[in-house]
């Protein structure tokens, strides 16, 4: 078999199939595009059948090549029908394309084959000029629409064309038969092409209508990526009405939202002129592509006023939120409706993901608006409360003193000592309201993390504290202390605190001895301030850092019991952790890292 | 007339704090002349001589001791309004007050302040601060001459 022969082969069975997959498609969907798209691809396929299966079958006779004949001339008419659901076609045109395939059907029946010349280019001419304007009009209507119908669009007209071509080489072969061998490889090439397209136009595999989606849907996210989640919804949803609109080529698009409070939807964004925005909706729509007529209420007034006969519904919703319904009102069906409404509903859900973002931002902002309300007002709370708190307490001292040394003059115990007890209790109240407020300010303050040198944090800290070191000798040993992240100010406080309790403690060691240093454990830093005082039970160690707890009496050691309290606090922060161990009349060592703890998210304190 | 003159114009409404400010500057005989306003309003006539004070023009202060926490008009606001006002902008003012506010302190250098003291609690403190300040304002510093 030649290569001739083979393409020609290919070319007629693929026909028959392509008929074949239509007809499955109509049983399936039962709409009238796809309808006429069979009548149309099956009087070709017939027509092939006849010519093939005739011969074989041993039926003979000039009807059969006429028939098979007509077939093919009825072709253009029922492209032309299928053409007229993109662009109406004039009545004229169409009464002159019926009256075309008559005279064709009766001069094919008349003659006998084969046919005069004449004749031949009458019935070629007649082809030409019908499939050619419905193969235009296809084309102009692929272009004015975008999407997997676009290109589909595209391949049908373009078919059509080549089509066109095939019967008009025919038609120059029949005239002039000189040129049939130069012509054929060309003719059966365009038949082969020709087929291509119709398949690739009217059954495209699910793979490549897949990918042309996929493009589609690439075109539109990235024109919605430009639009900020920020951006009001109806701006969004205008957006999408607008692009709909331009995917579909349809008259108008709206938008329509689910009201929060109550049922039913009200329009939210629309593309029409005279945009219907904050009406209410009182039915919901049908879903898909329903004809004006079976809808009712707001769309069924809205399809009349624009005259579109039909109306194509999609869902706007993502995984998270059903938002509302696009509803698009056309002129003319879709070819392929599943194509589109696919492609539509994608973008809607994508628009849907845009608004689920917006309100999350919207919440997060409210969220943290509310919180940093919070905020200020427990500043302001704790600013005047602790200013609140001081000034009685200076009364109190005050009072008592001016009494002890001009009332009095020379007090005597018992007398003396109950006054001073009342000046030292007004005085540790004063150093608890100054813990208590620097320990609540804490919990609030931001962590500014830098790349802190240790050591001279420490050195600041024990600056800070040289009036408690004043009239002793305690040797300070500072060890190598590996640079961390941490807020300088804040680890200067835990420092502050843990060499204060240290000096302290070591008060009544006769060779008090401090030591600060850092150790690698676990893959971790940790660094310890250790001093050889009065140290403390193990069995206590937990309560160490408990808010006002205490280990020792407050007449053997001074303080408030928060300064712990503060340091476990900020070791928290930093997301580490802080700890202590000790032995009586030995020593205590604490402890703490400032990373590591923040494993499962969970951080106390 | 000099014996007359107000020395020392303190701007206080709590009645104990008063009494204390007042007792260590009598202890110290730093002087006699402290005239008490209970409020901001009360501090802003005596200065420029208005409301009650109409009348009798007279010097201006020697130093104010002014607390922040005032009823009516703020002490911050008695602050800004003295060195905003040019017949006012030279008399020394020192900020006498509990708050140790980062921001009570930021401003109060912003509106021109010439000194900010913390009163303590312990009122041996607090007595060695007026007994300071005193010295300092009355005997140490150089007023401006006031024609």
Excluded at chain 1, 388 to 409: N, S, W
């Amino acid at each position: 078999m030649t290569l001739d022969a083979a393409l020609s082969f290919i070319t007629r069975a693929s026909f028959v199939l392509i008929s074949l997959l239509l007809l499955a498609e109509y049983l399936r969907y039962r709409d009238p595009t796809r309808r006429d798209a069979l009548l149309m691809f099956g009087a070709m396929a017939i027509a092939v059948v006849i010519g093939e299966a005739a011969p074989r079958l041993g039926i003979t006779g000039r009807w059969v090549s006429a028939a098979a004949a007509v077939f093919i001339m009825s072709q253009p008419y029922l492209l032309l029908r299928l053409a007229h659901w993109f662009r109406p076609v004039p009545g004229k045109v169409a009464g002159a394309a019926i009256a075309g395939l008559a005279v064709s059907a009766g001069i094919l029946w008349a003659t006998p084959a084969p046919l005069a010349p004449q004749p031949t280019v009458a019935l070629v001419a007649y082809f030409v000029l019908v499939e050619g304007y419905a193969a235009a009009v296809l084309v102009r209507a692929a272009r004015r629409s975008t999407g997997v119908a676009h290109r589909r669009l595209a391949l049908v007209g373009q078919a059509s064309g080549l089509l066109m071509l095939v019967i008009l080489i025919a038609g120059i072969q029949a005239a002039l038969p000189g040129l049939q061998p130069a012509t054929r490889p060309a003719s059966s090439v365009l038949s082969f092409f020709t087929v291509v397209c119709y398949y690739l136009g009217f059954t495209p595999p699910a793979r490549l209508r897949k990918a042309w989606q996929l493009t589609e849907l690439q075109a539109f996210l990235r024109s919605i990526a430009g639009r900020a989640a920020r951006d009001r919804t109806q701006t969004i949803l205008l957006d999408l009405c607008r692009t709909a609109s331009r995917t579909m080529g349809a008259y108008g698009t709206v938008a329509a939202v689910t009201r929060p409070d109550a049922g039913g939807l009200f329009v939210a964004a629309s593309d029409l002129p005279a945009a219907p925005v904050g009406e209410v909706m009182e039915m919901e729509p049908e879903g898909g592509l329903v004809p004006a007529g079976r809808t009712g209420g707001f769309i069924r007034r809205t399809a009349a006023h624009l005259e579109a006969p039909w109306v194509l519904s999609v869902p706007i919703a993502s995984t998270e939120r059903v938002w509302g319904v696009l509803i698009m009102f056309q002129g003319q069906a879709s070819l392929f409706p599943e194509d589109d409404y696919e492609a539509l509903r994608l973008m809607a859900e994508q628009a849907a993901l845009v608004l689920d973002l917006g309100r999350l931002i919207e919440e997060l902002n409210a969220s943290s608006r509310h919180l940093e309300a919070a905020n200020k007002e427990l500043e302001a709370f704790s600013y005047s409360v602790s200013h609140d708190l001081r000034a009685p307490l200076r009364a109190i001292d005050g009072f008592t003193r001016i009494l002890m040394e001009d009332v009095l003059v020379d007090p005597q115990p018992p007398a003396r000592d109950y006054l001073e007890k009342v000046r030292a209790n007004a005085q540790q109240m004063g150093a608890l309201i100054d813990d208590l407020l620097a320990f609540s300010r804490l919990g609030r303050q931001p962590l500014r993390r830098r790349v802190v040198e240790p050591h001279a944090v420490v050195e600041a800290a024990l600056e800070g504290l040289r009036h408690e070191r004043e009239g002793r000798s305690v040797d300070i040993m500072i060890g190598d202390l590996p640079p961390c992240q941490a807020d300088p100010e804040l680890l200067k406080q835990v420092y502050v605190n843990l060499l204060s309790n240290a000096l302290k403690f070591s008060r009544n060691a006769p060779a008090p001895r401090i030591e600060v240093g850092a150790q690698r454990r676990d893959g971790r830093t940790v660094y310890f301030v250790r001093d050889n005082g009065v140290g403390f039970e193990m069995v206590y160690a937990h309560r160490l850092f408990g808010v006002f707890q205490r280990l020792h009496r407050a007449e053997e050691y001074e303080g408030t019991g928060v300064g712990l309290a503060i340091v476990q606090r900020i070791v928290h922060r930093h997301g580490g952790r802080a700890w202590g161990e000790g032995r009586p009349g030995e020593g205590a060592i604490f402890s703490f890292t400032l990373e590591g703890e923040e494993r499962d998210g969970q951080q106390p304190g | 007339m000099a014996s007359n003159r107000v020395e020392i114009l303190l701007v206080e409404d709590n009645p104990h704090d008063v009494e204390l400010t007042l007792h260590s500057l009598r202890k110290n005989n730093i002087t006699n002349h402290v005239h008490v306003a209970r409020d901001g309003v009360e501090a802003l006539d005596f200065v420029y001589g208005t409301g009650p004070y109409s009348g009798a023009a007279r010097e201006a202060p020697r130093v104010v001791l002014l607390d922040l926490k005032l009823p009516k008009v703020d002490g911050l606001d008695v602050l800004r309004q003295m060195k905003a006002d040019p017949r006012t902008r030279h008399i020394p003012v020192v900020v006498l007050t509990s708050s140790r506010e980062e921001r009570d302190i930021i401003e109060s250098y912003k509106l021109g302040v010439n000194s900010y003291i913390v009163k303590p609690v312990d009122f041996e403190q607090f007595a060695a601060a007026v007994r300071q300040l005193g010295l300092y304002w009355m005997l140490l510093n150089e007023p401006p001459r006031h024609e």
